[in-house]
């Protein structure tokens, strides 16, 4: 069983910036896809910044482009966001997850390991 934890998350202000971590539980060796979702108050989950390992490239949401920088550490099996200029919709519980096996895919339904999450709160 893959296990992840999140870290980091808090309240700031508009413009502010947070920097999130995710421990993963094993060596990320053999897991596909891994990256970082969030759910807002009364909204679906949505995809933030995915590692695709099939071609080690990382895509990021419209809405956080050029304001989030996702990076990772495979010597300590860790996942790290950057959020940077954050607004006040980028509030939300943000997640770190991981899928067994490779697949070009942005859809939380499609991850199998996931945290427990950590909240981001942004004011105006």
């Known amino acids: 069983q893959v296990q992840l934890v999140e870290s980091g998350g808090g309240s700031v202000q508009a413009g502010g910036s947070l920097k999130l971590s995710c421990v993963i539980s094993?060596?990320?060796?053999?897991?596909?896809?891994m990256g970082w979702f969030r759910q807002g108050p009364g909204k679906e989950r949505e995809f933030v910044a995915i590692?695709?390992?099939?071609?080690?490239?990382?895509t990021y949401a419209d809405s956080v482009r050029g304001r989030f920088t996702m990076s990772r550490d495979n010597a300590k099996a860790a996942l790290y966001l950057q959020m940077n200029s954050l607004k006040p919709e980028d509030t939300a519980m943000y997640y770190c997850?991981?899928?067994?096996?490779?697949?070009?895919?942005?859809?939380?339904?499609?991850?199998?390991?996931w945290g427990q999450g950590t909240q981001v709160t942004v004011s105006s």
């Open positions: 997850a991981a899928k067994r096996y490779y697949g070009f895919s942005t859809a939380p339904a499609t991850y199998d390991y």
């Open positions: 590692i695709f390992r099939e071609i080690d490239s990382i």
């Open positions: 094993r060596n990320t060796h053999g897991l596909g896809s």
